[in-house]
């Protein structure tokens, strides 16, 4: 994923190379046009994950970890090189391309695909990244992964996805 944080983007995991390989590393840039590795690789290789600047860190949020496993872990940093695992097994189910975003003081989640990569609907909340809150056990919108959301004019929006729909929510 990218993100802007503290005045710098950032490049977090992915993939590296057509051979699908998992990248273990975050790459920064303060013009987008020079790019330098932040450091010290993150502690995991991680690909359709979620991440936002959030009260001064970058969070990563679940994600495919590339041992077969989708995770539902919760990691920050403020630097791209020293990661804190804040939660090991949050509440919402292990995800992956789902769609976060920070709205109302909050990081949001939504919807994505669990390991038997069905389509979720749900949405949760929190304010430290610890304690997390249900908000919506089945958003309004269908079931979608690979969508992504935005605020724009004090609302949450959603588009598209993995859907049979282009389809706009908010």
Not at 3 to 13: I, K, P, R, Y
Not at 21 to 35: F, H, K, N, Q, Y
Not at 111 to 137: E, H, I, M, P, Y
Request: proline share 4%; aromatic share 14%; charged share 20%.
């Amino acid at each position: 994923t990218a993100q802007v944080h503290n005045g710098s983007m950032f490049a977090l995991g992915g993939l590296t190379n057509c051979d699908g390989d998992a990248a273990r590393e975050a790459r920064v840039s303060d013009d987008g046009l020079t790019w330098r590795s932040a450091g010290k690789a993150p502690p995991w290789p991680r690909i359709f994950f979620s991440s936002v600047s959030f009260r001064g860190y970058m969070w990563v949020l679940g994600g495919h970890d590339f041992s077969e496993k989708v995770r539902h872990d919760v990691w920050r940093s403020t630097d791209a090189t020293h990661w804190e695992l804040v939660h090991a097994s949050a509440p919402w189910e292990p995800r992956m391309s789902h769609a976060s975003l920070v709205f109302q003081d909050k990081i949001w989640i939504i919807a994505g695909s669990n390991q038997k990569q069905s389509s979720l609907c749900d949405v949760w909340s929190t304010r430290d990244g610890r304690a997390w809150t249900l908000v919506s056990s089945c958003a309004p919108f269908s079931p979608r992964f690979s969508h992504v959301a935005t605020v724009f004019a004090s609302k949450m929006w959603v588009y598209g996805g993995n859907t049979d729909t282009a389809d706009v929510w908010w």
